[in-house]
């Protein structure tokens, strides 16, 4: 079982930036893979990015590719989602989830991942 629990998110203003943390307990196998999610007010959840423990393999939607920046400290069991930039559009709670490894994913559905946490809100004022 994995537990993840996200904090960073607020309110700011259009154009600036924001940290979000995601911290993982449990068993988080090394070949996991760590995604960040998205989901708007009456809107379907949706990829923001991802990135695998064990390895620099990193995937952007393109809607937030040279914004935002995804990362990762092992030794502290933390993912984290670097948002510069901020756009209106980005509004939204964001949700942090482990998926265990699947043959062949790419790790950019909801249905690729196993674990989700409990969600950030994002606020980007105009």
């Known amino acids: 079982q994995v537990q993840l629990v996200e904090s960073g998110g607020g309110l700011v203003q259009a154009g600036g930036s924001l940290r979000l943390s995601c911290l993982a307990s449990?068993?988080?196998?090394?070949?996991?893979?760590m995604g960040w999610f998205r989901q708007a007010p009456g809107k379907e959840r949706e990829f923001v990015a991802r990135?695998?423990?064990?390895?620099?393999?990193?995937y952007y939607a393109d809607s937030v590719k040279g914004r935002f920046t995804i990362s990762r400290n092992n030794a502290k069991n933390t993912v984290f989602l670097q948002m510069n930039s901020l756009k209106p559009e980005d509004t939204a709670v964001y949700y942090c989830?482990?998926?265990?490894?699947?043959?062949?994913?790419?790790?950019?559905?909801?249905?690729?991942?196993?674990?989700w946490g409990q969600g950030t809100q994002v606020t980007v004022s105009s």
């Open positions: 989830a482990a998926g265990v490894p699947k043959y062949g994913s790419i790790y950019v559905s909801t249905q690729d991942y196993d674990y």
């Open positions: 449990g068993h988080t196998g090394s070949n996991y893979a």
């Open positions: 990135i695998r423990w064990s390895t620099n393999n990193i």
